[in-house]
């Protein structure tokens, strides 16, 4: 059976100031219809913490259904770009379209966050029972750096993953891309513009503080202002998106 499923367009390498202008065309997506925006991101935020609070494994369907509203966030962004109205319920889209994918794309990244934490666990392990056989005062030493290398680990295999799930979402939505090849181009893509993210990086961490000030209602504001730089970032990095079929009327 011939696989008729368009290649992954190739990554285009950007100026290291990319990032702003990703986020100036979220927060220009967002003034189109501000209100709808916000219960947007009202939704996705309660959606996702009602996940968290499932008991034992709340986290783990947080982490699966992160991907699933992200591709609905991009559909809702590629639609205020194209001058269409903000679909509340375009939140939903990655269940419509390719739901199988979104959530496999989320299961990677559950099974890449759970490795690297066990990664992370076995050096911290290892260095404290190293110590704990050497002696009382090579315990303490050996149990800090431990401790130490095994959060660099975890903060760096973190960031990949996180590099592999930035565009993963928009792949699979805009390319048909399977679960596993859409990670893998978009960590590619990410690692062949690392100076772009490294701002990127530290604009999304002082944005996310400045959010959490007002009470937490500041992510009313990021939520929809990431998925837009979400959404440039995708068009600048790979080119035009395929036509797709038009979304589903709503409200």
Known sequence: MTDTRPDL????????GACLGWLAHGWRLFLRDPARWAVIALIFVLIL???????????????????VLTAGLLMVADDAAAGRAVRIDGLFDGLRRDAGKH?????????????????AAAIGGSAALTGALIGPLAAAGLTAGGVMIASIVFMALWI?????????????VFHQAEPVAALRHSASACLHNLPVFFVLALCLYVLGWLAMLPAGLGMLVLVPVVAGAQHAAYLETFGDRPALPPPTESV
């Open 9 to 16: 367009p190739p990554a285009h390498a950007l100026r290291p």
């Open 49 to 67: 913490a009602a996940l968290g609070f499932v008991p034992l494994v709340g986290w783990a369907f947080s982490l699966v259904g992160l991907p």
């Open 103 to 119: 959530v496999m794309v989320g299961i990677c990244y559950l099974v890449g966050g759970l490795l690297s934490a066990f990664i």
């Open 160 to 172: 990949g993953l996180m590099m592999a799930l930035w565009y993963a979402p928009a792949l699979v």
